[in-house]
């Protein structure tokens, strides 16, 4: 006889996801190089990751976008002194409703994948593999579009003073980055 499904719950409910998500990108921005306390990505990435975890889209997109915005905010705040506010609040909104998109398919993964693969390997191995991948897909396209994108959003560029750089030599940036959300994930 089939095994029940039973529904996938989130591990934080959206009243404590949504304050997770403001923490991991406060946390996530003061891993990069301006700050560099490389191993607050670390932690930043397993909390938005434990906020995302049995999300459905609805949720997933809010997480996203409180992530997202904030995290971008951050980190392209320099733009404000040059444009002024307005472009740079407009800078932040568009990169967080991307990321905010972008980050949907995460919790898809958590919830499909051990259901298509159920094996131990699969969750130890496949499921960090496809979760990475995935946030690296997310930081290649916010880091190409609009007008090239902020490649140096990605999770990897927080890494340049960490023991970990080197490993951006052999990789790529991408190759770090999926390498440090596959240990986390």
């Known amino acids: 006889m089939p095994e029940p499904r039973v529904p996938q719950r989130p591990l934080l409910p959206l009243s404590l996801a949504?304050?997770?998500a403001a923490m991991a990108a406060l946390l996530m921005n003061l891993s990069y190089p301006s700050t560099a306390v490389w191993v607050l990505a670390f932690p930043a990435t397993a909390l938005l990751l434990v906020a995302l975890i049995g999300r459905r889209a609805g949720g997933a997109l809010a997480v996203g976008l409180v992530y997202g915005v904030l995290f971008f905010g951050l980190l392209v705040s320099f733009t404000s002194r040059y444009l002024g506010p307005l472009p740079w609040a407009a800078l932040s909104v568009l990169e967080g409703v991307l990321t905010a998109v972008a980050v949907i398919l995460i919790p898809l993964a958590y919830r499909?994948?051990?259901r298509a693969f159920p094996s131990v390997w699969a969750r130890l191995l496949l499921?960090?593999?496809v979760v990475a991948?995935?946030?690296?897909g997310r930081e290649v396209f916010v880091g190409s579009w609009p007008y090239g994108g902020f490649p140096w959003a990605r999770l990897g560029m927080s890494q340049a003073e960490s023991p970990l750089a080197h490993v951006a030599s052999w990789t790529g940036v991408s190759?770090?980055?999926f390498l440090m959300v596959f240990l986390v994930a």
Do not use: D, E, N, Y
């Open 127 to 129: 499921l960090p593999a």
């Open 133 to 136: 991948a995935l946030w690296v």
């Open 175 to 177: 190759g770090l980055s």
């Open 18 to 20: 949504l304050p997770a």
């Open 112 to 114: 499909w994948m051990p």
